[in-house]
């Protein structure tokens, strides 16, 4: 076989070559031969050389084929399918569990109540490709859009409290990105902006992502101010108001854009008050399809921080256990399956 091919790196050559044999220990030995030009390939190596017959080997040299010459999409992101192997950092399991927060970038945890990058950073990555819109209406500390940013996505953040919104602006504009993004941040209620108008684009034509991240409730007072969901009085007015953010969002979702909910449950007159479900159940009952529901740990809060032994007797002397979970209810806007080849 010709190794000035093999000594070029024309790695679709070598492939096609290998193609054109007719003998499995033939293909092994040439497979095994040129490993080392298809160390990006391990994963297609390893299936031909424990092959037990041609044609289960020519299989797996097609896809290799297909990872070197093509990319496929599922219309949405970025993942090529072809490359599937690839993708070690994305994860697809439905418990999320995670040592630490990221402190990469811009990260830092000064805000009370702010999620951990990985989330948004996993959200981002499945369900948008680079330069799509994101939106985030309960910013914060804006998590979501130093993510955007890192990941070269266009975002949009809303918050009632310009305190936060001044700082958490700061971080934003100060954090690089590799990509020509655009960052719209806003002081406004969520429960009735019109997001669309605040983008300040006529020819603006949907996010593909929005990820909700409320108050959990009254857990943790965020302001003084009587709109900010976590002065809600009760359950059913926190649902309510959240079910107006969530329409909010659907409305300036793209047709199959993504809308998840961060979300956890607490205890309340020694009840449990499933926000979670109860959240979900919302965003159902206004036409959204829920995708997946994904459940990531936390080991400590700071309100708990430091008092692990206390919670640990009042879950004894209370019969109830210890919030180590919350929720991310993943929905669509509408099911369309597409797949995209290049």
């Known amino acids: 076989m010709n190794r000035e091919k093999t000594e070029a790196g024309n790695l679709e050559h070598i492939v096609r070559e290998i193609l054109s044999l007719q003998n499995l220990d033939e293909i092994k030995e040439e497979v095994a031969g040129n490993a080392i030009f298809f160390a990006d390939n391990g994963y297609f190596v390893e299936k031909i050389l424990q092959s037990n017959g041609i044609e289960r080997a020519k299989y797996y040299l097609d896809r290799l084929m297909d990872s070197v010459t093509s990319v496929k999409t599922n219309g949405v992101n970025d993942i090529n ?74 975002g949009m953040g809303i918050d009632l409290n310009m305190d936060i919104v001044t700082r958490a602006k700061e971080r934003i504009d100060s954090q690089k990105s590799s990509e020509d993004v655009q960052m719209i941040v806003e002081c406004a209620d969520s429960t009735s902006s019109d997001f669309s108008q605040l983008t300040g684009k006529n020819d603006f034509t ?76 919302a965003a159902m009952e206004e036409g959204l399809t829920l995708k997946s529901i ?20 009042r879950s004894l002397a209370g019969g109830f256990y210890i919030f180590k979970h919350e929720y991310i209810f993943i929905f669509q806007n509408s099911a369309v399956k597409r797949i995209r080849k290049k």
């Not at 996010?207 to 709109?227: E, M």
């Open 206 to 281: 949907g996010f593909q992502l929005a990820i909700l991240h409320p108050p959990y409730h009254d857990i943790i007072k965020f302001s003084g101010d009587s709109l900010d969901l976590s002065n809600t009085p009760d359950t059913v007015s926190f649902i309510a108001s959240l079910r107006k953010v969530i329409m909010n969002s659907k409305l300036v979702l793209r047709p199959d854009g993504i809308l998840a909910i961060v979300i956890g449950d607490k205890y309340s007159d020694s009840k449990l008050e499933p926000l979670g479900f109860l959240a979900m159940n």
């Open 294 to 313: 994904v459940v990531k740990n936390y080991d400590s809060t700071r309100g708990k921080r430091n008092q692990e032994n206390l919670w640990r007797y």
């Open 81 to 154: 399918l072809n490359r599937w192997m690839d993708y070690n950092d994305i994860l697809t399991d439905s418990l999320w569990n995670f040592d630490k927060r990221d402190r990469s970038g811009n990260h830092l945890g000064w805000y009370w109540g702010n999620f951990v990058p990985q989330i948004p950073r996993q959200l981002i990555l499945r369900y948008t490709r680079k330069s799509d819109w994101v939106l985030d209406p309960f910013m914060g500390s804006g998590t979501t859009l130093i993510e955007c940013k890192m990941q070269g996505r266009n």
